[in-house]
């Protein structure tokens, strides 16, 4: 029983060594020729393929430059067996060859370059300046907009000019409108109210404007 044994793992040690190594390679890039950076790739088989039960599962993951390795252990019945290489949900067939003039001994390799059909994704910070982008553009549009209104008006003009509009108040004699620096002015000389007591009047008015802003 103890031969049986030694002989049993002297035969798997045996096949594990003559094994064969099959290494599929290359690059995986997007139709405007960027780089799939850091996606899996994995094999799998087409329906009823059994040939090709053993390599399911199998893959690996590409790097920043898009470069990817898949090692397969093959046999030489391995030979002509069609693999699917899964890459962001596309379908790529390959087939493996073996029997390859240029190569020998038991290492066997094959360049396959993958591009894919669909568009890279957005990455987040296209989509951050992209935002910025427009609120920068909105917010310029609406200083634009207000500034255009304001410069339709002539007390808009005087403040875009630097200089504030004077003030109107009413005239508490006649309820006639007029700048309110000159108020006094004209209660003493169109009214004939004594100084005196037109700055009372005047500073009265103004105390009371000055109520109904605050309320």
Do not use: W
């Not at 060859?97 to 296209?126: A, F, R």
């Not at 005196?196 to 103004?206: E, I, P, R, V, Y």
């Amino acid at each position: 029983m103890r031969t049986l044994s030694v002989a049993i793992l002297l035969i798997f040690a045996t096949s594990t060594v003559a094994a064969d190594t099959y290494t599929i390679y290359g690059t995986i890039k997007y139709p405007n020729n960027t780089a799939v950076q850091y996606e899996e790739i994995e094999v799998q088989c087409e329906p009823h393929a059994y040939d090709c039960a053993k390599f399911s599962g199998e893959g690996g993951m590409s790097d920043f430059g898009g470069g990817y390795r898949i090692e397969l252990p093959v046999e030489d019945r391995d030979e002509g067996v069609n693999i699917q290489l899964i890459v962001r949900g596309e379908t790529f067939n390959h087939q493996i060859t073996l029997h390859n003039e240029n190569q020998d001994g038991t290492d066997h390799h094959t360049m396959l370059n993958i591009t894919l059909e669909q568009e890279p994704p957005i990455s987040p910070v296209s989509t951050g300046l992209l935002c910025g982008t427009l609120f920068f553009i909105l917010v310029f549009a609406n200083v634009i907009v207000r500034t255009g209104r304001q410069l339709m008006t002539p007390e808009g003009r005087q403040r875009f000019q630097g200089r504030s509009p004077m003030p109107i108040t009413t005239c508490p004699v006649c309820d006639g409108k007029i700048r309110r620096h000159l108020l006094v002015r004209h209660l003493i000389v169109e009214h004939g109210i004594p100084v005196d007591k037109a700055g009372a009047m005047a500073g009265l008015q103004f105390s009371d404007e000055r109520k109904d802003m605050g309320t």
